[in-house]
């Protein structure tokens, strides 16, 4: 199995609050993503990262905030979180660009709720 | 844009019945076809992939082959279990369209005893 971890890996919070998800791999993969997934929309990118300090939006960018300081590390941020942002949150790696056909290595998710 | 559509679910079966789950596709170029995995409470994992025309992806039983005639990518089992239980993601990438890969909105598959 991919080395991919994802903290906290359930979190309750309120409106409002900022919260951040952290997605931690020991695979050295250079490309990394945040995606959401809701019943019915399956899942959707949020931001990815293709280097350190090098990212970009996806498809439900909206009130998310991304960083990569570090290869291992991918920190997802909720400026102010809202209750439509509810959902479990996934972190995936690939080697080299997903959108290339490359696999993609999944963590074992986030549950959030916002109150 | 790219697109992936399958059949929706729940599909319900008894163990040892076979299994077809449909996925068909709409994508510029000729991209990669994946089938991912999601048990409960677990992230997505890989359950076989295909990345050109005729191609055949085989997994634990599972298998799908890439139709590009009719732009396709069923996966089949012929004697599913109990622990096939999950939701199953099929999913296409390097198109050429889309600098991300697509996934469908995934099929709900519970095996009962």
């Known amino acids: 199995d991919a080395g991919i971890t994802q903290s906290p890996r359930h979190k309750v919070t309120e409106t409002g609050t900022p919260v951040t998800l952290r997605c931690h791999q020991t695979?050295?993969?250079?490309?990394m993503y945040w995606y959401r997934q809701d019943p019915g929309h399956g899942l959707r990118l949020i931001h990815y990262?293709?280097?350190?300090?090098?990212?970009d939006k996806g498809e439900v960018s909206d009130g998310y905030s991304v960083s990569r300081s570090k290869t291992e590390d991918f920190l997802l941020t909720l400026e102010s979180a809202t209750s439509s942002q509810t959902s479990v949150y996934f972190c995936?790696?690939?080697?080299?660009?997903?959108?290339?056909?490359?696999?993609?290595?999944f963590g074992p998710g986030t549950r959030l709720l916002v109150l | 844009g790219d697109s992936v559509t399958q059949m929706e679910g729940p599909v319900t079966l008894s163990e040892e019945a076979f299994l077809t789950i449909n996925c068909t596709y709409t994508?510029?170029?000729?991209?990669?076809l994946f089938w991912y995995v999601q048990y409960p409470g677990e992230g997505l994992q890989l359950l076989l992939k295909?990345?050109?025309?005729?191609d055949k992806g085989s997994n634990k039983g599972f298998e799908a082959t890439y139709r590009k005639e009719t732009t396709s990518f069923h996966l089949e089992k012929g004697s599913v279990q109990v622990s096939d239980s999950a939701v199953y993601f099929c999913?296409?990438?390097?198109?050429?369209?889309?600098?991300?890969?697509?996934f469908g909105r995934g099929t709900s598959l519970i095996v009962h005893p």
């Open positions: 995936a790696i690939s080697e080299s660009a997903a959108g290339r056909g490359e696999t993609q290595y």
């Open positions: 695979e050295n993969h250079r490309y």
């Open positions: 990262s293709y280097g350190v300090k090098d990212t």
């Open positions: 994508a510029t170029g000729y991209p990669s």
């Open positions: 295909a990345t050109k025309a005729d």
């Open positions: 999913a296409l990438s390097g198109s050429g369209g889309s600098y991300i890969p697509t």
